[in-house]
């Protein structure tokens, strides 16, 4: 079956822009997970959403960052005012309530210039 | 941070099994190993967890010492494709957590390099 998608692939940025990184995840999954990996360092926790909500948000670096999910399944992470340091490939996982493995998805690789 | 203890990097020949060691000194008694994979350029990949009985899949054995204070990941027959960073994560299952995050906490793994 279908895996974890994300997009775009690749993003460019410059500085001080906006920028949204999609992911879609596997169907029937209602957690979601944002990881960021910098070149490395193994991926870092931001974000888990159960369903539509946030539950945990305790590794959002900064209040730059922000993420959502309407309707339970896609999500946006979006980053405002980007940073150089912001420039890493970021990760989206999914899971089943009751399991306990996660499907990561491919990455956004972003890089701020 | 993570609670794991793993060498920065081991090699392998093709077609030999591969031994990845752990040390997860602190390891709670509610708290699973899992093993993960990161080949080049891709997202991670769930190999295998347990919580004190010796597991084996399709992929990999996970041996977990009578103490749990340490264990090794074995792929029996190593192949090139298996050259990855290996992931070793301690995490506590869902039902202790009983709704919490679930989230890994990776560190920077093994790098296994499968030479032919």
């Given at each position: 079956g279908a895996g974890v998608s994300q997009t775009p692939s690749n993003k460019v940025t410059e500085k001080g822009k906006y920028v949204e990184l999609r992911c879609d995840p596997i169907s029937g999954h209602t957690a979601l997970y944002w990881y960021r990996q910098s070149l490395g360092q193994g991926p870092e926790f931001l974000i888990y959403f159960q369903g539509t909500g946030a539950?945990?948000?305790?590794?959002?670096?900064?209040?730059?960052f922000f993420a959502v999910r309407p309707e339970g399944s896609v999500s946006t992470l979006k980053i405002q005012r980007?940073?150089?340091?912001?420039s890493a490939v970021y990760l989206c996982a999914s899971s089943k309530s009751t399991d306990y493995e996660q499907y990561f998805g491919p990455g956004t690789r972003l890089t701020v210039t | 941070d993570a609670k794991t203890t793993q060498p920065p990097s081991m090699d392998c020949a093709e077609g030999r099994a591969a031994n990845l060691p752990c040390n997860h000194?602190?390891?709670?008694?509610n708290e699973y190993v899992y093993w993960y994979r990161q080949i080049h350029s891709q997202g991670p990949q769930y190999i295998i967890h347990g919580l004190k009985n010796n597991e084996t899949n399709e992929m990999a054995s996970l041996i977990i010492t009578e103490d749990r204070k340490s264990s090794t990941l074995i792929l029996p027959h190593a192949t090139l494709r298996d050259t990855a960073v290996y992931y070793c994560i301690v995490r506590v299952g869902s039902h202790i957590t009983q709704?919490?995050?679930e989230k890994l906490v990776f560190g920077k793994g093994t790098k296994l390099t499968v030479n032919p």
């Open positions: 539950a945990d948000d305790s590794g959002l670096p900064n209040d730059r980007t940073e150089r340091g912001d | 000194s602190t390891i709670s008694g709704g919490g995050s």
